[in-house]
């Protein structure tokens, strides 16, 4: 659980290291606070199944997206609430 932790701090320390570096270049982390699916920008990684509808049809960011002057660079991968 320690080394899960550490490998998580490190990869939290790199990603804030690549914002500091690309930030000179108005390069933006997407929202994570977003409750809608947008496929422009957004790659489903996981979807969870349920019987009735729910709010909120994102249920998590696993991985954050940029974007770039109004292009996307990197797809926010998502975790979805799909209805059957």
Known sequence: ADSVKQATDLIDAMDEGVMTAVAHYDVKRMPRDVLSLDTRCQRVV???RVSAPKDVEILS???????WDGQV???QDVAVRKVE
């Open 46 to 48: 996981r979807v969870e």
């Open 61 to 67: 960011v696993e991985r954050d997206g940029y974007e």
């Open 73 to 75: 660079l990197r797809l």
